[in-house]
C-alpha cells in the first residue's frame, strides 16, 4: 500500500490544520490508521490513531482534547483535524498503516507510511 499525507503548512498559534492521509493499492479500511510527528532533533513520536472503520480512535496525552481523527472510506482517506495549535506542534507529519488487532504508538509496528508533510506553528 501507499501512503500520501497532505495538508500541512504554515499557521499561527491557535488556528487549526487538517491534514489528510490518503491509500493507494488498497483501501484506507484495510488497515488500522496512526499518524507519528517528528520535530527537529527529536525522535519521532505518536500523535494519534484510528481503527480501520474510525470506531475507536487514540491520542497521545499532548493533543487529547484538541486533534481530532475521521475517516473517510468512500474518499480512502483518514483525516488528522488539529485545532488550537501551539509551536510546540511543529514537526513533520507522518501516517502510517498497521494491521495488528489493537491500538500502537509502536511505529515499529507500523508496516508502511507516507512521506510526511510539515507544520509549522508560529507564535
Known amino acids: 500500500v501507499q501512503l500520501q499525507a497532505s495538508g500541512g503548512g504554515l499557521v499561527q498559534a491557535g488556528e487549526s490544520l487538517r491534514l489528510s492521509c490518503t491509500t493507494s493499492?488498497?483501501?484506507?479500511?484495510?488497515?488500522?490508521v496512526g499518524w507519528f510527528r517528528q520535530a527537529p532533533g527529536k525522535e519521532r513520536e505518536f500523535v494519534a490513531a484510528?481503527?480501520?472503520?474510525?470506531?475507536?480512535?487514540f491520542f497521545a496525552d499532548s493533543v487529547k482534547g484538541r486533534f481530532t481523527l475521521s475517516t473517510d472510506s468512500a474518499a480512502n482517506a483518514v483525516y488528522l483535524e488539529m485545532n488550537n495549535l501551539t509551536p510546540e506542534d511543529t514537526a513533520v507529519y507522518y501516517c502510517?498503516?498497521?494491521?495488528?488487532?489493537?491500538?500502537?504508538?509502536?511505529?515499529?509496528?507500523?508496516?508502511?507510511w507516507g512521506q510526511g508533510t510539515q507544520v509549522t506553528v508560529s507564535s
Open positions: 493499492g488498497l483501501a484506507v479500511t484495510t488497515y488500522r
Open positions: 502510517a498503516v498497521h494491521k495488528n488487532p489493537f491500538h500502537t504508538v509502536q511505529p515499529g509496528l507500523y508496516i508502511s
Open positions: 484510528t481503527t480501520n472503520t474510525g470506531s475507536s480512535t
